[in-house]
């Protein structure tokens, strides 16, 4: 059973470009999380999704970034018109039922330029 | 106040040592309490989790949650040198939302 997939693993950006990326969850799990971790410090929760649905996005910030999780396909998290304070790491994790059991993808690291 | 509060360390120890990673948060509502180990470049690893008050062990790893503290401690017993890694206290707030701790970086000396 694969893991938790996340690509690209590494993405540079210009300012005011937009950055795209994908999670797909271990088969088998329907609950998505995404995370933003800056240098040094820990994970902060961005979005929780199911299939279909937004379940909890009050992480993210209302412009310029949004998340979907469709029926068919990976989890995206789109970042549009980024800036510099968007360059971080971001981690997803899939869960089977929503529990405290996470488990995480690799990560991709963003570098706005 | 941050919801979630860790000693980001580095924590230097010789091979052997027992390890005490902590955490203290301020959410009086949460229930579940989880420790991740992240090695560089790397995604976390749930390590172990606790509900509510008590202790768990798992092989050389201890989990304690004190709730009346809001305190909770990671023990590592005969530390290794493949333990070293940064290590992540989390809470979950029974709407399944995660907090994390900054993170501990561990350093286990041969």
């Known amino acids: 059973n694969a893991g938790v997939m996340q690509n690209p693993r590494h993405l540079v950006r210009r300012r005011g470009q937009e950055a795209r990326l994908r999670c797909s969850p271990m088969k088998g799990h329907s609950h998505v999380y995404w995370y933003r971790q800056l240098p040094e410090e820990g994970l902060k929760f961005m979005v929780y999704?199911?299939?279909?649905?937004?379940?909890?996005e009050s992480g993210m910030p209302k412009e310029r970034f949004s998340a979907e999780f469709p029926k068919e396909g990976p989890s995206i998290l789109r970042i549009q018109q980024v800036v510099r304070g968007d360059s971080a790491a971001y981690f997803c994790?899939?869960?089977?039922?929503?529990?405290?059991?996470?488990?995480f993808g690799p990560g991709t690291r963003l570098l706005v330029l | 106040q941050k919801e979630v509060e860790q000693d980001p360390g580095p924590l230097s120890v010789p091979e052997g040592a027992i390890v005490s990673l902590n955490c203290t948060y301020s959410?009086?509502?949460?229930?579940?309490f989880m420790w991740y180990r992240q090695y560089s470049r790397k995604g976390p690893e749930l390590l172990m989790y606790t509900y509510s008050s008590g202790n768990k062990e798992d092989g050389r790893f201890t989990a304690q949650v004190d709730k009346s503290s809001k305190y909770i401690s990671l023990f590592i017993r005969d530390s290794q040198p493949s333990d070293s890694a940064t290590y992540l206290c989390?809470?979950?707030?029974?709407?399944?939302?995660?907090?994390f701790g900054s993170g501990t970086k561990l350093n286990v000396k041969p």
């Open positions: 989390a809470m979950e707030d029974n709407f399944n939302k995660f907090y």
């Open positions: 994790a899939s869960s089977p039922t929503g529990d405290v059991t996470q488990y």
């Open positions: 999704l199911q299939k279909e649905n937004i379940i909890d």
């Open positions: 959410n009086s509502a949460f229930q579940y």
